[in-house]
Nanobody, 121 residues
């Protein structure tokens, strides 16, 4: 089994910063990619950023100058540093990962339970 555990979501004032983390655990053979998505009330889930095991990154265009994604392969953990947060970015942030298990060696997508980020004064 593979599980993703997100943390770091909080209430923050506009212009503030947060650092989200997502730790993968279980029968992991290889993590091929990890990333973050978010879903605001009444909206579809959207991509925030992804990173591969060789540190190739992709950001949503509008977020590239404020958000940074990093992966710690030794800890099987991905981080999302979010700066200059805006109220419109209030959402549940979900971690996802493409992971090959020890048993199957086949990559599958997994989702975390989500962590709430609220940007408000």
């Amino acid at each position: 089994q593979v599980q993703l555990a997100e943390s770091g979501g909080d209430l923050v004032q506009p212009g503030g910063s947060l650092r989200l983390s997502c730790a993968a655990s279980g029968n992991i053979f290889r993590i091929n990619a990890m990333g973050w998505y978010r879903q605001a009330p009444g909206k579809q889930r959207e991509l925030v950023a992804t990173i591969t095991s060789d540190s190739s990154v992709h950001y949503a265009v509008a977020l590239k100058d404020r958000f940074t994604i990093l992966i710690d392969n030794a800890k099987n953990t991905v981080y999302l540093q979010m700066n200059s947060l805006k109220p419109e970015e209030t959402a549940v942030y979900y971690c996802n990962a493409a992971i090959s298990t020890i048993a199957t060696r086949t990559s599958m997508w997994y989702w975390g339970q989500g962590t709430q980020v609220t940007v408000s004064s």
